[in-house]
């Protein structure tokens, strides 16, 4: 499975990214998909979730302002995200997640300015 995640760039604090993560994998409408971050000298956090049935999870400091989604035919997940803050600066990646294993894409820089 490959993964190619885009959308990532440079936007004033208060603006808005979509990032996209296309998946070359057979399993994908059938398996967990999300969205992680890691900034510089912090742990890489899971930031988004979005299983197969569509339901959603977000970590509480993007609750409202990101929105996971899927388009299982495209085998694309985005992360519309709104309203952003400097500290939301971090490379985002996606991640397919199998039950034994798991598939990371390459990461996309996100870089918010205050």
């Known amino acids: 499975v490959q993964l190619q995640a885009f959308g990532g760039g440079l936007v004033q604090a208060g603006g808005s990214l979509r990032l996209s993560c296309t998946s070359s994998?057979?399993?994908?409408?059938?398996?967990?998909m999300h969205w992680y971050r890691q900034a510089p000298g912090k742990q890489r956090e899971l930031v988004a979730t979005i299983n197969s049935d569509g339901s959603t999870s977000y970590e509480d400091s993007v609750k409202g302002r990101f929105t996971i989604s899927r388009d299982n035919g495209k085998k694309t997940v985005s992360l519309e995200m709104n309203s952003l803050k400097p500290e939301d600066t971090a490379v985002y990646y996606c991640?397919?997640?199998?039950?034994?294993?798991?598939?990371w894409g390459q990461g996309t820089q996100v870089t918010v300015s205050s």
């Open positions: 994998g057979s399993m994908f409408s059938s398996v967990p």
């Open positions: 991640n397919e997640d199998h039950d034994f294993y798991e598939y």
